[in-house]
């Protein structure tokens, strides 16, 4: 194979200067099933066979791959004309892939890393955390601890979350012994920020019920809900252990369900999981209520956001120790 006249995706120069320096030279280009090109590059010296380079480059979506993940119902809550015109527009990098509540997890990262621009829900975070951090300043925490549920120790805001202590600073640093993360950093700030300090009214009601959330139903059902109860079948025991390490307590039994167990991301944001195991024919359900305070407390983001985030760190748990 001559040299200069081969064509080797995916190799750097660095490899291509090695390997350069051998005389017999074998390319394998393979495709994959899944569309991603792998190409694998061996070098011959003598009878010795050596791996050189291993590298996955992801081929970039088409309108037609972006179109069957999605279930072409134009229903337009991306905000465009239907399936078609937002399968469009996001290979032209005009539409935001996380803008159909339908498309999973998995195809949005997965497609998003191979339009090499798109932000994951973690750098999306760490944005608003800038954001946020900077309004921070204004706002005195002896003269709102109280109405937060939480206290001001040393000029710092002292919050439980998930059943351990944060401690918050006037830049929006968070200090605490564990699950210290972005996740969390920004809706508690948010919390800070936007908290009525309205006290829990004891009554819950499903996420589309609570005030001003219309447009973020169905990414807290497909993106929060969905994935809580994915991960509850696949690891019942484990999934309701991690919640009590996370200050979760059973309650009695609400609205029929196998398991009611409350956590507290935040003192005035409860969730409520309802669980209830497969039965027959009839599939299991998980459902997340919320005091009907709620949007007073919190803004819509940040609700979103805590949801993903604890579901997230379960899933990260289980994949450490499961
Ligand atoms: S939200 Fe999803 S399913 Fe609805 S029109 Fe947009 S792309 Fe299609």
Not at 110 to 124: D, I, N, P, R
Not at 241 to 264: C, H, R
Request: with cysteine; charged share 25%.
């Amino acid at each position: 194979m001559a040299l200069k006249n081969s064509v080797w995706p995916g190799c750097g120069r660095k490899i291509r200067h090695k390997i350069a320096m051998f005389e017999h030279i074998k390319c394998f280009p393979e495709t994959a099933d899944c569309g991603k090109e792998k190409i694998l590059i061996k070098v011959t010296i003598g009878t010795n066979k050596i791996q050189t380079g291993l590298k996955m480059t992801m081929k970039r979506p088409s309108v037609l791959d972006i179109l069957k993940h999605l279930p072409r119902t134009n229903c337009k809550e991306c905000g465009q004309a239907g399936c078609m015109a937002f399968a469009t527009l996001a290979t032209q990098g005009k539409q935001e892939l996380s803008g159909c509540p339908y498309l999973s997890d998995d195809i949005t990262k997965e497609y998003s890393e191979a339009f090499g621009k798109q932000k994951s829900f973690e750098q999306q975070q760490a944005e608003s955390l800038v954001f946020v951090q900077e309004k921070l300043k204004d706002i005195d925490f002896d003269q709102v601890a109280e109405s937060l549920g939480g206290k001001c120790v040393d000029e710092m805001l002292l919050v439980e979350c998930l059943g351990r202590n944060f401690m918050l600073d006037k830049s929006g640093n968070l200090h605490s012994e564990c699950h210290n993360n972005i996740w969390v950093q920004v809706p508690l700030i948010s919390y800070v920020l936007n908290c009525k300090g309205i006290e829990l009214s004891g009554k819950w009601v499903r996420f589309d019920e609570l005030e001003n959330v219309m447009s973020w139903s169905n990414f807290f059902t497909h993106r929060c809900e969905h994935v809580f109860r994915q991960v509850a079948d696949e690891h019942t025991e484990l999934f309701f252990n991690i919640i009590g390490l996370l200050g979760g307590k059973p309650v009695e039994q609400q609205f029929s369900s196998d398991y009611s167990i409350v956590i507290y991301p935040l003192p005035k944001v409860p969730f409520l999981l309802c669980y209830w195991r497969e039965e027959g024919e009839f599939e299991s359900t998980l459902r997340i209520y919320f005091d009907k305070s709620t949007s007073y407390n919190i803004d819509v983001d940040s609700i979103y956001a805590l949801g993903r985030g604890i579901i997230e760190m379960i899933k990260k748990i289980i994949l450490r120790h499961g």
